[in-house]
């Protein structure tokens, strides 16, 4: 089916390990964004990029590593999660043309740090 | 530096009464776009709404419209007729050129509780 997926949707994981959230998009968008979401802060971005192997920090980015070397895929690594990471984790797309509006999301991925 | 400013926290609103949820934002920018998203207690971001720097006209989708008034960056969400479902976080997003590339920021959020 055409969309926007992450996985996992759910994830418990300890401090110091590595975790990966996949993001997966079939429109061929030119831009990927990686949020977090945290009671009182709304969405802050972490990392953003505008086309396979183009990529740039956002609001949030340490602790967060992120690549893009084919265009459908957004992979967000925690190289080695702490509790302060414990967040909802949202991946969107969206057309290269900034006249076509909508950024379009995925359902979210719940990350829990012990 | 670009920022999204949504003051209020929380909002009640009346069944079937209008609403006006705020949104001010700080660019350099003189092209960027202006979004309003929904969140509802399940999850899910829901787009609502677009509006263009050099859009001329208000944007409006059924019950949405945005009231966009750009010497005062402000872009304000009106919802007409508010019904139960409407409760929920609304966020108001920017578009905005970075270096070379955009990236979207989102504000805090409002929290709005609609009251039969």
């Known amino acids: 089916d055409a969309g926007i997926t992450q996985s996992p949707r759910y994830k418990i994981t300890e401090t110091g390990r590595q975790v990966t959230l996949m993001c997966h998009q079939t429109w061929s968008h030119s831009y990927m964004f990686w949020y977090r979401q945290d009671l009182g802060h709304g969405l802050r971005l972490i990392y953003y990029s505008a086309a396979a192997d183009i990529t740039d920090k956002g609001e949030v980015p340490d602790g967060y590593v992120v690549s893009r070397s084919k265009t459908e895929n957004f992979p967000l690594t925690l190289e080695s999660a702490t509790r302060s990471q414990t967040s909802v984790y949202f991946c969107a797309s969206t057309f290269r043309d900034r006249d076509t509006g909508e950024l379009f999301f995925g359902e979210g991925s719940r990350l829990t740090v012990l | 530096a670009q920022k999204i400013t949504q003051t209020q926290p929380g909002m009640f609103v009346q069944e079937k009464e209008a609403v006006t949820l705020d949104c001010t934002y700080d660019t350099s920018d003189q092209s960027y776009g202006l979004f309003w998203y929904k969140q509802p207690s399940s999850g899910e971001m829901i787009f609502l709404i677009y509006q263009g720097s050099y859009d001329e006209q208000n944007a409006t989708e059924g019950r949405y419209s945005l009231n966009f008034q750009k010497a005062r960056k402000s872009a304000n969400l009106v919802i007409s007729a508010s019904q139960l479902g409407d409760s929920a976080m609304y966020f108001c997003?920017?578009?905005?050129?970075?270096?070379?590339?955009?990236?979207?920021?989102f504000g805090p959020g409002t929290s709005l509780s609609v009251i039969p």
């Open positions: 997003a920017m578009r905005v050129h970075e270096t070379s590339y955009d990236k979207v920021i």
